[in-house]
């Protein structure tokens, strides 16, 4: 029988609204326990680490946490086998950076095989060498990565992404062998994929087991990647719920459908909306 476990709640924040004192503290009142941050991109162009501190200061200050960060991305079709020096630097600056905020995950985006008809052992022989490399600089900071699952876009078949299918994401983390490497689940990516029609989310989540160290939560109509709040879609939350707690997942329940636009009161009131209908979503499931 699946463990009865209660989640707490995270939300994902860009680095920008994280230095914002009131924003923190109006996304506690509306129910969140902690963030999940992305940065933004010259984030890192400058005292990268004097601003990691601030958010930190400001977390505390708000009653929040930051269990998990989005580590800096390669495009969707950039190929597996050229790195640049400065996404790769920005990565390893995130590594860093991890313990100061308290975060022990990041969500890392894979790349594909896009050049080579996304041949998918070439990506993961790359891939593999790739992550062996990224485990030994987050080792120096005990900081860990977790392989997230990616899209394939219901207009793009022809380009599956590597690790849009659960096998992907297995093979590569048991090929790496590290502990500090693991996998992000995306909810809202795992709708979408054609590759799984034959499968629940709650199959797929049972496949990956205990690899799931963080996930991400959002919706869409299963035509593109909308990351829409959990009651606006096509998820079926009981199958997806079902899923984390058999494999005993006791992480963040961590929102990736953003924290609304416009003015305060909009934005108050999205993020109240949003708190809420997760609630009610984690009790009736």
């Not at 600089?137 to 207009?155: C, K």
Request: glycine share 8%; net charge negative; charged share 25%.
């Amino acid at each position: 029988m699946a463990t009865r476990l209660k989640w707490r709640k995270s939300v994902n924040v860009h680095s920008d609204s994280a230095m914002d004192l009131d924003f923190l503290k109006m996304l506690k009142n509306c129910g969140f326990d902690g963030i999940d941050l992305n940065f933004s991109g010259d984030f890192f162009e400058k005292d990268h680490e004097m601003k990691a501190h601030m958010i930190c200061d400001n977390l505390q200050e708000a009653g929040l946490s930051c269990p998990q960060v989005h580590l800096p991305t390669y495009g969707l079709f950039e190929d597996c086998g050229k790195d640049d020096p400065v996404v790769e630097d920005c990565i390893a600056k995130t590594l860093k950076i991890m313990p100061i905020l308290g975060a022990k995950w990041a969500a890392c985006h894979v790349r594909s095989a896009a050049e080579s008809g996304f041949d998918r052992e070439r990506a993961l022989t790359q891939n593999t060498h790739w992550l062996k490399g990224l485990c030994s600089v987050a080792q120096q900071y005990g900081s860990g990565i977790a392989v997230e699952n990616l899209p394939t876009f219901p207009d793009r078949p022809d380009a599956p992404f590597f690790s849009s299918v659960v096998e992907d994401q297995c093979a590569l983390i048991d090929a790496v062998d590290h502990p500090l490497l693991g996998a992000c689940w995306d909810f809202g990516h795992a709708n979408l994929n054609l590759q799984h029609r034959d499968k629940n989310q709650r199959e797929l989540l049972n496949i990956l087991g205990q690899r799931v160290k963080i996930v991400h939560v959002h919706n869409n109509y299963k035509t593109r990647d909308s990351h829409l709040p959990l009651s606006i879609g096509f998820v079926d939350w009981f199958d997806a719920i079902a899923g984390l707690r058999d494999i005993g997942f006791d992480g963040f329940f961590s929102l990736e459908s953003g924290c609304g636009s416009g003015s305060d009161k909009l934005k108050r009131a999205y993020c109240e909306f949003s708190a809420k209908a997760t609630d009610i979503i984690l009790e009736e499931n």
